[in-house]
């Protein structure tokens, strides 16, 4: 069963910067790629979505400009740039994996078990 791991949370000041990884324990090429987070008290909500090729992005209105998706298909892995960040981007992060290019929860099959995300002076 296809395993994904999140890496590169943690506590950070706000304006600062963290990048995200998500490694997978098998190919990714074939499948889209989210982001998703989760805060305290508050719905998952998609942060951003990248296809199958990385041709296409998604973001949140929440995150545009500041926040860059990527993927490495050879290195099965995919990134979360995320900049400036704000208190309100404390949350959960987990990635996922579908079929189809979307923001959609029930798109996705596979779930990473998240990384904690802290924006706080």
């Known amino acids: 069963q296809l395993q994904l791991v999140e890496s590169g949370g943690g506590l950070v000041q706000p304006g600062g910067s963290l990048r995200l990884s998500c490694a997978a324990s098998?190919?990714?090429?074939?499948?889209?790629m989210c982001w998703f987070r989760q805060a305290p008290g508050k719905e998952r909500e998609g942060v951003s979505s990248i296809s199958r090729s990385g041709g296409n992005t998604n973001y949140a209105d929440s995150v545009k400009g500041r926040f860059t998706i990527s993927r490495d298909n050879a290195k099965n892995t995919v990134y979360l740039q995320m900049n400036n960040l704000k208190p309100e981007d404390t949350a959960i992060y987990y990635c996922a994996e579908g079929r189809v290019y979307s923001n959609l929860q029930d798109e996705y099959d596979y779930w990473g078990q998240g990384t904690q995300v802290t924006v706080s002076s």
């Open positions: 098998g190919f990714i090429s074939y499948y889209a």
